[in-house]
């Protein structure tokens, strides 16, 4: 992997900057956060094979995972299939929180069956839960409803914190939050489930990492980049990254969401 917990991380220095493209404003820039790992991934090693799994290679090496992530949108999944397919790892969907005010939490109906199977499939396993928490209270509610549905069960890649502002959603409970309640979500989520013996993840796309998180307080913790592209435009660093949803994997109905994993979780 290119990652392992020798390396390492190349971390943001006082007067860098962040180059980004507005819809708004068009190119832009605003200076990094000092100390937050930044992003030394080479563009021109990413390769992507026949069945459109992306990889990345150092030398002729390949120093990458092949994953998906997976909820009860995919239906019965045969996980031996998927792993005779080339994938390497599965993120699993714990649950989730309703968009509307009331924001109902609920646990994915395929979840726990998702978990076994894979992990019985030789697959590595790790979880996410869908928050659409506007207080850390909340978000602590999030990760011990993860914690209930686990178990005690051993995850081999993080547990992560999905937090999406669904501006489909008629009149989404998440739209005022501010950065910074944002923010303590995602710490208290994220400690947690750090005290449970769980590696917290935070999933993002570059919009909200630059303009929705503090990472001064979370650059601790892994992050798992959101952006469907052949190439990866985010400055600071990730350890994963969700590339395409419209993937098609042996074992699965429809389409799947996509992943490539620069480190060693093992």
């Known amino acids: 992997a290119v990652y392992d917990t020798k390396t390492p991380l190349t971390r943001a220095k006082s007067g860098d900057m962040v180059d980004f493209y507005n819809y708004d404003v068009g190119y832009a820039a605003i200076p990094a956060i000092e100390e937050v790992p930044v992003c030394t991934y080479k563009e021109e090693n990413f390769v992507t094979d026949e069945k459109g799994f992306m990889h990345y290679y150092e030398n002729g090496e390949r120093l990458s995972y092949a994953g998906i992530d997976v909820s009860t949108y995919n239906g019965e999944i045969d996980f031996e299939a998927v792993k005779n397919f080339g994938i390497d790892f599965v993120i699993v969907r714990l649950g989730g929180r309703g968009y509307g005010q009331e924001g109902v939490l609920f646990e994915?109906?395929?979840?726990?069956?998702?978990?076994?199977?894979?992990?019985?499939?030789?697959?590595?396993?790790?979880?996410?839960?869908?928050?659409?928490?506007?207080?850390?209270?909340?978000?602590?509610?999030?990760?011990?409803?993860?914690?209930?549905?686990?178990?005690?069960?051993?995850?081999?890649?993080?547990?992560?914190?999905?937090?999406?502002?669904?501006?489909?959603?008629?009149?989404?409970?998440?739209?005022?939050?501010?950065?910074?309640?944002?923010?303590?979500?995602?710490?208290?989520?994220?400690?947690?489930?750090?005290?449970?013996?769980?590696?917290?993840?935070?999933?993002?796309?570059?919009?909200?990492?630059y303009m929705k998180f503090d990472l001064s307080r979370l650059s601790e913790v892994d992050i798992w980049y959101a952006f469907y592209n052949d190439s990866p435009d985010m400055y600071y660093n990730y350890m994963m990254w969700q590339y395409s949803c419209t993937g098609r994997v042996d074992g699965i109905q429809g389409d799947v969401d996509l992943n490539i994993c620069f480190k060693n979780y093992k």
């Open 108 to 209: 994915d109906d395929y979840a726990r069956e998702n978990i076994r199977k894979a992990k019985a499939a030789g697959l590595m396993v790790g979880a996410y839960f869908f928050s659409q928490a506007i207080t850390p209270e909340e978000a602590e509610e999030e990760a011990k409803l993860c914690l209930d549905i686990l178990d005690g069960f051993y995850l081999d890649y993080p547990l992560v914190f999905d937090w999406e502002q669904i501006d489909s959603a008629e009149n989404p409970r998440t739209m005022d939050i501010r950065p910074e309640v944002l923010t303590d979500c995602a710490v208290a989520f994220c400690d947690t489930v750090k005290k449970a013996g769980y590696v917290p993840c935070l999933y993002t796309d570059s919009k909200k990492a």
